[in-house]
């Protein structure tokens, strides 16, 4: 009688061990499953971060290279400017010239 009394005792034991067990693994399942999907959200703010900044490089791009061509286009619009302001002042100094002259 003994015997079964304490078979049963360790029964009881071991059933409450694998339960406890049972436990501990059932709550580390659900972190696993909230940290899966915790991860899943960081990997779409990564992507959708990337893909913004990639956006914001490109049309930074797109805004360089237009205003290189603007100002390859003023280059040769500044230049005629300067060279006709010293021939306009060339003039001028002409015209000054033969007036204080006179």
């Excluded at 015997?3 to 049963?8: A, H, V």
């Excluded at 061509?69 to 400017?81: A, G, I, Y």
């Excluded at 003039?91 to 006179?102: H, N």
């Amino acid at each position: 009688m003994e015997k079964i009394e304490s078979d049963l005792k360790e029964l009881e034991l071991k059933q409450r061990s694998v339960a406890r067990a049972y436990d501990s693994v059932h709550a580390q399942a659900n972190s696993f499953v909230i940290f899966t999907v915790q991860w899943k959200d960081l990997e779409d703010h990564f992507e959708s971060t990337r893909n913004s900044l990639e956006a914001c490089f490109r049309e930074l791009e797109a805004r360089q290279e237009d205003i290189g061509v603007r100002e390859s286009k003023s280059e040769p619009k500044d230049w005629n400017f300067h060279s006709e302001m010293e021939a306009k002042a060339g003039e001028l100094r002409g015209l000054r010239e033969a007036v204080d002259g006179s």
